[in-house]
């Protein structure tokens, strides 16, 4: 079972930038495709961008042009760039494998935009 640990929410103006990690226990990036999905307050958990075992990347039509995901292997680490962040980008952002093990969601990490 893959341990994920995401870091780097936090509250930010709309417009402002964040950047989320997300270790893993293992070398996994290289053979999984990854995802940073988010729940916001009342919705659904939502797949926001992926990223494939060889580096190829897919966004939700919402954060298209605005998020970036990467990835550094040799850290064991993803990454997910957010710029020109809005009220709805609010909610708690997970890594996971894409499609998603249930037995690896993590605690998230909680983004706010607020004015």
Known sequence: QVQLVESGGGLVQPGGSLRLSCVASGRIFSIYNMGWYRQGPGKQREL????????????????????TISRDITKNTVYLEMNSLKFEDTAVYYCNKNPPDPRSWGQGTQVTVTS
């Open 48 to 67: 926001v961008a992926g990223i494939t075992n060889l580096g190829r990347t897919n966004y939700a039509d919402s954060v298209k042009c605005r998020f």
